[in-house]
């Protein structure tokens, strides 16, 4: 049974909360080092629990992983120098979807790939075409068997002219990943522009890859016969810092959220200074505080990067809730993404969902009661609802929090939070 977050809210956050490094950025950087024989070692990697699944899938693959203490941080460095097995099976790949993204390094350097398929998800279908389409194109013969992707090259990769025709994160990546080690250039169009698929393309060129139009949606990626070693420090948490950014405006608090960056957020600050939330930034971080107004319900969509991040809408929603007036709240990246509406509602809020967008009518407060988390977004949307209803939450899945947020009771506790970790029997 999974453990239990108790929260007894009502308490303003203040002081300085540190934030870590990216998933999302980490994930795909790891599988990244099963591209070259030589140690890339990855700095700032957060200690969660979809890292553990990553690290235990790559030594599956033979990836040699140590760990080092350095100055009070810690850092990995993978070590592939031979592929033992090219198969990812189905009891990591279900556990966590991110596992897909071994596929393209695994295919591109031995000409062979066999992942298990990852089906469906909490927050819908979530296919994976655009990766085997694009795989396809760079010269693969893919199959799908048994439940699993079968993959093979073995004459290698060919570089391609490649159109996303939907901006895929992970699509995005495992092609970025596979054309650097292809024969010839391949141009990636319609790329995704994420922060954290900026700092893959980072550590892909230190790793020696040449890639360009970093941080635009045109890639071009001129594949080479290997790739040596590397050194590479993960960006920040812009989900994790945008989560606590509203933990701080909704609970009527201050938080200096050192090493978050106020590029990585454009449109999620803008709405958050438009509900009336105040938000600076200085050399250490960004600063966010609630100002002496009330906040004001606005509209928003979400949309890939530099759009409003869909893993933000959830916590958004939640500070919804509490503003005043109405909000319409549109998911466009994923179905089914409003699994947090029915346990927000348990707190008080007053939320109905029409097809891909959610009216929000804020009410003048939230009371806490027991809530089931069921994905990672949707439980942080939880979290920061806890913080600010009166009396206490229960949120029962608190182990999907772990897949995301690091020391996540010990940092909201530090700024005054009233939250613990309950273990159930
Ligand atoms: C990544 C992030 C996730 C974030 C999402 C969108 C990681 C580990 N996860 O997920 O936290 O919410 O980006 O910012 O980095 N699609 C297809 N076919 C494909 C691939 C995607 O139709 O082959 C669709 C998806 O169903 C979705 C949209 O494209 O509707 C965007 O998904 P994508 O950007 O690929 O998300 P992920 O990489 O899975």
Redo the contacts with the bound molecule.
């Keep these: 049974m999974s453990d239990a977050l108790v929260i007894r809210g009502g308490r303003p956050l203040q002081g300085t909360l540190p934030i870590s490094g990216a ?2 950025a980490a ?2 950087q790891m599988a990244a080092a099963l591209l070259s024989d030589k140690p890339l070692t990855l700095l700032n990697l957060p200690h969660l629990s ?1 890292v553990a699944t990553m690290a235990t899938l790559l030594a599956e693959h033979g990836v040699e992983l140590e760990l080092a203490q350095e100055g009070g941080a810690s850092h990995l460095t993978l070590t592939a120098a031979r592929v033992r097995s090219t198969v990812a099976s189905y009891d990591l790949v279900r556990r966590m ?2 596992s897909i ?1 071994v596929l393209g390094p695994l295919l591109a350097r031995t000409g062979s790939a066999k992942v298990a398929m990852p089906g469906g998800c909490t927050i ?10 694009g795989l396809r194109q760079l010269g693969a013969t893919v199959e799908l068997r048994d439940g699993f992707i079968d993959a093979s090259a073995p004459h290698g990769l060919t570089g391609a002219r490649i159109v996303l025709p ?8 495992t092609l970025m990943m596979a054309a650097s080690l292809a024969r010839g250039q391949t141009l990636l169009i319609n790329a ?1 522009r ?1 922060p ?1 698929v900026q700092d893959l393309a980072r550590c892909l060129v230190a790793m020696g890859a040449e890639i360009s139009g970093i941080g635009t949606d045109t890639l071009v990626i001129t594949g080479k016969p290997r790739l040596g070693a590397a050194r590479h420090r993960v960006i920040v948490d812009r ?1 994790e810092a945008g989560t606590y950014a509203i933990a701080a405006a909704i609970t009527g608090g201050r938080l200096h959220l050192t090493g978050a960056r106020r590029d990585d957020l454009p449109a999620f600050l803008q709405v958050l200074e438009d509900v009336g939330v105040e938000v600076g930034e200085d050399s250490d971080g960004i600063l966010v505080g609630a100002s002496n107004r009330r906040l004001t319900g606005v509209d928003l969509m979400t949309e ?2 530099p759009g409003f ?3 933000l809408q959830a916590q958004m929603m939640a500070l919804m809730a509490v503003a005043d007036g109405a909000s319409m709240i549109t998911e466009t ?3 089914n993404r409003f699994m947090h509406v029915p346990e927000l509602c348990r707190l008080g809020a007053n939320i109905t969902v029409h097809n891909a967008s959610a009216h929000v009518r804020g009410v003048m407060g939230l009371s806490g009661a027991p809530v089931m988390a069921t994905d990672l ?1 949707a439980s942080a949307g939880l979290v920061v609802a806890g913080l600010a209803a009166s009396g206490e939450t229960i949120i029962h899945g608190a182990d999907h929090l772990d897949r995301g947020y690091e020391r996540l009771t010990e940092k909201l506790s530090r700024c005054g939070a009233d939250i613990e970790r309950m273990r159930l029997s």
């Design positions: 998933k999302n994930l795909p979809d979807r991110a993204l819908g279908a979530r296919p994976i075409d655009l990766h085997l389409k939907i901006v895929s994160v992970g699509a995005t990546e995704a994420e954290e989900v890939p990067f991040p869909t893993d990246i994923f179905e977004r």
